[in-house]
């Protein structure tokens, strides 16, 4: 096999696709979690993982991956209104993670709606399922700190009735949870 050859069957591995892509994160952990021993912290990191797990299935979505104090996960398109309920979930379960740990700890989380590339990374045992493209990077880029945040391609998934505790931001648009 050729390289030409090799990089067709490695370009066969990757689909474009439209999806919800939620990065939820942490807002203040490094402050918030500071005065803690490592293992401490580690544990603090292992529930968030774990609330996080089991909030995005049971709103429907996959887990893509975790990094530091930070989820990535995507959901179809037709499932965006439980993309943003499962943000709200997620902010409210870290809220009471912070609450029984005795830290300050909120949700920031960014909620896209693009069109991005899934598939398998890398070849052999370090290979991994991940999501890329635009859309991905315009969701990390959407804002940081404590809040929630969606942008107008998920905005205009919810139902009217569903739209007023939305404060409009821009450029580019993006709607704030006004709790």
């Given at each position: 096999?050729?390289?030409?050859?090799?990089?067709?069957?490695?370009?066969a591995?990757?689909?474009e696709r439209?999806l919800?892509?939620?990065?939820?994160?942490l807002?203040?952990f490094t402050?918030a979690?500071?005065h803690?021993p490592?293992?401490?912290?580690?544990q603090?990191?292992?529930?968030?993982?774990?609330?996080?797990?089991?909030?995005?299935?049971?709103?429907?979505g996959?887990v893509v991956?975790?990094?530091?104090?930070?989820?990535?996960?995507?959901?179809e398109p037709?499932?965006a209104?439980?993309?943003?309920a499962?943000a709200?979930?997620?902010?409210?379960a870290v809220r009471?993670l912070?609450h029984d740990s005795q830290l300050?700890?909120?949700?920031?989380?960014?909620?896209?709606?693009?069109?991005?590339?899934?598939?398998r990374?890398?070849v052999?045992?370090?290979?991994?399922?991940?999501?890329?493209?635009?859309?991905?990077i315009?969701t990390?880029?959407?804002?940081?700190?404590?809040?929630?945040r969606?942008s107008?391609p998920?905005?205009r998934?919810?139902?009217?009735?569903?739209?007023?505790p939305?404060?409009?931001?821009?450029?580019?648009?993006t709607?704030?949870?006004?709790?």
């Amino acid at each position: 096999m050729g390289a030409s050859d090799d990089a067709g069957v490695r370009a066969a591995r990757f689909v474009e696709r439209p999806l919800v892509i939620v990065l939820a994160d942490l807002a203040g952990f490094t402050r918030a979690v500071a005065h803690l021993p490592v293992v401490a912290i580690a544990q603090v990191v292992d529930r968030f993982y774990s609330l996080c797990g089991e909030l995005v299935a049971a709103h429907g979505g996959r887990v893509v991956k975790f990094s530091g104090d930070s989820c990535l996960a995507v959901f179809e398109p037709a499932a965006a209104v439980d993309a943003v309920a499962c943000a709200v979930a997620v902010r409210d379960a870290v809220r009471l993670l912070g609450h029984d740990s005795q830290l300050d700890l909120d949700l920031g989380a960014n909620v896209h709606l693009a069109t991005v590339v899934t598939g398998r990374f890398g070849v052999g045992s370090a290979a991994t399922d991940d999501v890329v493209g635009v859309g991905v990077i315009h969701t990390y880029r959407m804002g940081a700190g404590p809040g929630i945040r969606i942008s107008e391609p998920v905005y205009r998934k919810l139902a009217s009735g569903e739209r007023s505790p939305w404060r409009k931001h821009q450029p580019p648009a993006t709607y704030t949870l006004e709790a």
